[in-house]
């Protein structure tokens, strides 16, 4: 905003002098406390519950030795989304308080770590579990001779050093930082000092996960143009059903989830960074924008789950007939208590029972 002052001389002409008055731009969007809060306690729900059941059902299906490489990568898909769930009731705290982090300095770093270790771990899961399925319908023979535990072993260690590692770089820096009365966790940076470190980091990271889109996007393009190029009778199968679903998810999780947070994570960090100058609503447009990103991104701990169905014939087996033993149990208990005796019901009646 401008303010124009005006005054006379020794002659009495008018002269004016503009004094530029800049208003601050806050930039808040206003809306994400409450829906994260809400939608965060859902998350966290669901995705517990669904990430808790998928590693109970992986140790009761397999023995941890007979694990092998695609097995060995959906367990720490799920570990890593156990990891961000774990820390999920902090970020509740926080946008319950309205963005203002009142609980120990430290644990805001433990949860901006988790979020990232989770974001990234996740992207590079979901891809070699990609590049895997894109071998076994490509070349079914050398993959089913070549898939081997041991490198899938090497492969998730490479995966956990590369990106926990230099993760631990938010474990002692970063934090709070104060904005007014409020304490803001990993919402701001500290522009007094030298940002371009900052800059570069998001600049790779954004090229790294592109890299891997693309990598993702053409192996999945290359299972369904093998798919669909099989003989009518071979693509009704339903195993070729399934591992079309399984890209269909697969993608749908990466277009979803991923994709729109890293494309204005750049200009948000310009922009906070103070590397963009723009006018203020605009500034607010940006913020809402990525507001929006981190809400979608959060889905990718729920979705995840959903991939396992299409990926192993046992896995899919035993989950069919958990939710069958829980429906019967259900049937069970209902026709028992509309009859009014209390366990009466014979045991043909109740197959679960017997199984048990």
Known sequence: MTTVATAKNDNGENISSAAVHTVPCHVDS????????????????????????????????????KLNEIKIFMVNLTIADLLFLATLPTWIVY??????????????????????VNTYCSVA????????????????????????????IYVTVAIWLLIAGPSIYFLYDGGPIKEGNFNRCFERY???????????????????????FLIVLVCNVSIIRALLSQPLQERKSSVRQRALWLV??????????????????????????????????NKKLLN????????????????DPIIYCFLTKKFRKHLSENLKSIKDSRKCSRQTTETGVDGMMPLQECPHIIKS
């Open 190 to 212: 500290d522009t007094q000092t030298d940002t371009n470190p900052v800059f570069v980091f998001h600049v790779i990271i954004c090229v790294c996960f592109f890299i891997t």
């Open 95 to 116: 946008y319950h308080h309205r963005g203002d982090w009142i609980m120990f300095p430290f644990l805001c770093n433990v949860a901006g770590y988790f979020f990232f």
């Open 125 to 152: 899961f979901l891809g070699v579990i990609t590049y895997n399925r894109f071998q076994a319908v490509t070349r079914p023979i050398s993959t089913a001779q070549s898939s081997t535990r041991r490198r899938g």
């Open 30 to 65: 206003e809306f994400r406390y409450t829906l994260f809060t809400v939608y965060y306690s859902i998350i966290f729900i669901l995705g517990f519950i669904s990430n808790i059941y998928v590693l109970w059902l992986f140790t009761r299906v397999y023995a941890t030795k």
């Open 248 to 281: 269909c998810t697969v993608m749908t999780v990466f277009i979803l989830c991923f994709v729109p947070h890293h494309i204005v994570d750049l200009p948000w960090t310009l922009m906070v960074l103070g590397k963009w100058e723009i006018n203020c609503q």
């Open 288 to 303: 809402d924008l990525h507001q929006v990103t981190l809400f979608l991104l959060g889905a990718n701990c729920v979705l």
